[in-house]
């Protein structure tokens, strides 16, 4: 059975970093692209970051160069770096797998981490 | 960056009716073009991909249609756990990007 399990969030005041960690079980993990996606309470999705299978990164402007986004496939892991953290950036953060072969489609989804950027 | 907008943002419906929601893209999309279903409190599940394509274990009651600019989910007989807000997401450009969701409500 796939699992993805979040961890790492919590409360950080503003220009704070915080380090998101996604644990995967059940399926090759080196084998799939990997991506993060966030959600505002009441609001809809907005893609994070992602990563692929070779370690190539993807950043949307809202974050670039201040989130990185890292895979470690010997511990089955993905991790997300968040660094001068803004109140915008307050959200529940999912760790996503896309299908083989149509990265972008995510196809199972983590429980989610709730990031909190408040003084 | 590709704008994915998503009409109507609610819709009211009884169980056992045809919920028919759209998605249009700013720019084409082909068929790269995915649709999911979030409930409170949880994370979205992924319904349809390319387009089309039913994803692993979602009945057939759920079906996409569409390519380019403009697409088309339709759940057939609507069942009491259909009620759920319902995203769109594009993956042919990056960053990749989600329509705004559209709620289906019970009337």
Not at chain 1, 26 to 55: C, N, P
Not at chain 1, 94 to 104: I, N, Q, V
């Amino acid at each position: 059975e796939v699992q993805l399990v979040e961890s790492g969030g919590g409360l950080v005041q503003p220009g704070g970093s915080l380090r998101l960690s996604c644990a995967a079980s059940g399926f090759t993990f080196s084998s799939y692209d990997m991506h993060w996606v966030r959600q505002a309470t009441g609001k809809g999705l907005e893609w994070v970051s992602a990563i692929g299978t070779a370690g190539d990164t993807y950043y949307p402007g809202s974050v670039k160069g201040r989130f990185t986004i890292s895979r470690e496939n010997a511990k089955n892991s993905l991790y997300l770096q968040m660094n001068s953290l803004r109140a915008g950036d307050t959200a529940v953060y999912y760790c996503a797998r896309a299908l083989r072969d149509t990265s972008g489609t995510l196809d199972y989804w983590g429980q989610g981490t709730l990031v909190t950027v408040s003084s | 960056e590709i704008v994915l907008t998503q009409s109507p943002a609610t819709l009211s419906l009884s169980p056992g009716e045809r919920a028919t929601l759209s998605c249009r893209a700013s720019q084409s999309v082909s068929i790269s073009l995915a649709w999911y279903q979030q409930k409170p409190g949880q994370a979205p599940r992924l319904l349809i991909y390319d387009a089309s394509n039913r994803a692993t274990g979602i009945p057939a009651r759920f079906s996409g249609s569409g390519s380019g600019t403009d697409f088309t989910l339709t759940i057939n007989s609507l069942e009491p756990e259909d009620f759920a807000v319902y995203y769109c997401q594009q993956r042919i450009n990056w960053p990749y990007t989600f329509g705004q969701g559209t709620k289906l409500e019970i009337k």
